[in-house]
Every structure is written in C-alpha cells, then in structure tokens.
C-alpha cells in the first residue's frame, strides 16, 4: 500500500539551496494539486523572461533576501516576508538584490480550492507518540 505522505530534505536554504539554484518538489513529493518550487537567485541575477501561466496561479514567498518583482508593468520591492500572488493571465518578472534572493514559488490551478483547512481537516481518533500520557 503506499504511504500516505512524502519527505524530501532539501539541506539548508542558505547554503545547499545556494548551490541547487532550483529545486521543484512536486515529481519528488508525488504531489497532484499543486507544484512547488524552491529557488535561489544569485546577487543581482534575474529570470531572463516574463512570463504568464494557462492555468495556474503563484504564490511567491520570498524567505530570505531583497530584490525586485514586476507584474503587469507594475515594479515592487520585495524581501524576505513578502508573499505575492499572482493571477495567471498576469506578466511577471523576479530579480534578486545585491545579497541574493530565496523563494518559495507554489502554483495550482486557479479556482481549483473548493474548500480550505477549516471546512476539509477531520480530526482522526490516532495519537503521536509524544500526545500519549506517560
Ligand atoms: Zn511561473
């Protein structure tokens, strides 16, 4: 029977991530409603092109690092923290700062959410090993 979860270990965000440049995680985790990618962009390094999806939105989380993000024409600063999403049809472009920029990126469909964790999570009568009582 196959196991109800994945693990991958992607080493430290910082250094091993570094080196990868871009690791996409969805073959690796079997994932089959959204794709995610982590990324590192060298100081002062930018994707060479703007570009749109067919079907699917972004979520951009920018975990470490300063840079610039550009959508429709739009350009904004952006730094560790900033979370943007960005609708398909929407033109956009990433460049990292002068320290480097890492970043999570997460597409699925848009309008494929029919239900979020409030509505969709059950609570299973299992425990965890550390929720039993000595
Ligand atoms: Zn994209």
């Not at 900033?82 to 472009?93: D, H, K, L, N, T």
Request: negative net charge; aromatic residues 6%.
């Amino acid at each position: 029977m196959a196991k109800n979860y994945a693990v991958m270990n992607l080493g430290t965000f910082q250094q091993d991530l570094a080196v990868k440049g871009r690791v996409m995680a969805g073959a690796d985790l079997g994932l089959t409603g959204c794709e995610i990618s982590f990324n590192h962009t060298p100081a002062g390094q930018f994707t060479p092109f703007v570009h749109t999806h067919k079907l699917n939105e972004e979520v951009y989380i920018v975990i470490a690092g300063k840079g610039a993000f550009m959508v429709d024409g739009e350009e904004f600063a952006i730094r560790e923290g900033s979370v943007i999403r960005v609708a398909p049809a929407g033109e956009r472009a990433i460049k990292a700062g002068p320290d480097g920029l890492t970043h999570i990126c997460i597409q699925a469909q848009a309008g494929s959410l029919t239900q979020a964790t409030r509505d969709d999570g059950v609570i299973s009568e299992s425990k965890a090993s550390w929720m039993k009582e000595a």
